[in-house]
């Protein structure tokens, strides 16, 4: 497969480290879908309005989709574990966000990658560092663990 990605997984809410485990299941099930590497599991205090800690856990995957027809999946893969939207940050069952996809830089209303928010979050870096330390951010020409070795990691502690 072609294309090298990396997800970010989270969940607040139910048995989440059941809803992690599961959603990868289902992710090495999809059409087009390789799972690579999986990382451990992180107890991390949410950042957001106060709510439970997440479990947090980021994969490798090799994919035969294109950027759209992933985030499709991905969020056919939130809706089957309940996922609904209801405030910007707030607690869910499950949330799967698309990091990198190989060194693509995209930015539309739908897409945007790489995420534009990972490169500040301890709770996304910190297990993309255990399984891709020496992957370079497309934009800021950074590794992962040069970006985790910039963010305070001190909510996050493995599971
Ligand atoms: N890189 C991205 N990964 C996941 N979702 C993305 C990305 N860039 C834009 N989006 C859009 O955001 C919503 C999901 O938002 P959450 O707050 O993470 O639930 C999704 O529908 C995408 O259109
Ligand atoms: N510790 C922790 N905190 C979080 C987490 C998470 O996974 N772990 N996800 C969030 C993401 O919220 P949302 O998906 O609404 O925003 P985004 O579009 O910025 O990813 C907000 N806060």
Redesign the pocket.
């Known amino acids: 497969m072609a294309n090298r990605v990396a997800i970010g997984l989270g969940s607040n809410l139910g048995n989440s480290r059941e809803i992690l485990e599961k959603s990868i299941g289902e992710l090495g099930r999809a059409r087009g879908i390789l799972v690579e590497k999986i990382s451990r599991y992180y107890r991390t205090v949410a950042i957001g309005p106060p709510q439970p800690d997440y479990l947090n856990a980021c994969v490798i995957l090799r994919v035969d989709l294109t950027p759209l027809e992933l985030?499709d999946a991905?969020?056919a893969i939130?809706r089957k574990f309940g996922r609904v939207?209801l405030e910007?940050?707030g607690p869910?069952t499950l949330?799967?966000?698309?990091?990198l996809y190989d060194d693509f830089v995209l930015e539309t209303a739908?897409?945007?990658?790489?995420?534009?928010r990972f490169r500040e979050r301890a709770f996304v870096l910190v297990p993309l560092a255990e399984i891709a330390p020496d992957w370079r951010d497309p934009v800021s020409k950074q590794t992962i663990r040069e970006l985790r070795e910039s963010v305070d990691c001190s909510g996050v502690s493995v599971w």
């Not at 949330?95 to 990091?99: A, I, Q």
């Open positions: 985030l991905l969020l939130e939207r910007r940050w869910r949330d799967l966000d698309l990091l739908e897409l945007e990658i790489p995420h534009p």
